[in-house]
């Protein structure tokens, strides 16, 4: 599975991008997907998650009502529309996936809990 993640940029802070993550190699997107972001010398940090079991995102809640994860599965592709950005919004932000169908509640927050990853695009928010 190959996931290529794209749509990063500048942008002044209050502004808007859309990330997208395509997912190739397999034929369906109904897995786990979570989105990440990382800036240099900080853990990675939980975004946001999608379950296909019951359709459900979660979000962090540094991002709750400002981003909004989606998919399309005709497309394969995963989404994460993010509105109102801060400055502290700036990271590299990934997608992942699992090799599994479900990833107990618990568990969707952490990194270690997804196979594969996308190469990461960056995002900076100007003040």
């Known amino acids: 599975v190959q996931l290529q993640a794209s749509g990063g940029g500048l942008v002044q802070a209050g502004g808007s991008l859309r990330l997208s993550c395509a997912a190739s190699g397999r034929t369906s997107i109904k897995y786990p997907f979570a989105w990440f972001r990382q800036t240099p010398g900080k853990e990675r940090e939980f975004v946001s998650a999608?379950?296909?079991?019951?359709?459900?995102?979660y979000y962090a809640d540094s991002v709750k009502g400002r981003f909004t994860m989606s998919r399309d599965t005709a497309k394969n592709t995963v989404y994460l529309q993010m509105n109102s950005l801060k400055p502290e919004d700036t990271a590299v932000y990934y997608c992942?996936?699992?090799?599994?169908?479900?990833?107990?509640?618990?568990?969707?927050?952490?990194?270690?809990?997804?196979?594969?990853w996308g190469q990461g695009t960056q995002v900076t928010v100007s003040s």
């Open positions: 992942a996936t699992s090799k599994v169908s479900h990833i107990i509640l618990s568990a969707q927050r952490i990194g270690d809990s997804y196979d594969y």
């Open positions: 999608f379950r296909p079991n019951n359709g459900a995102m």
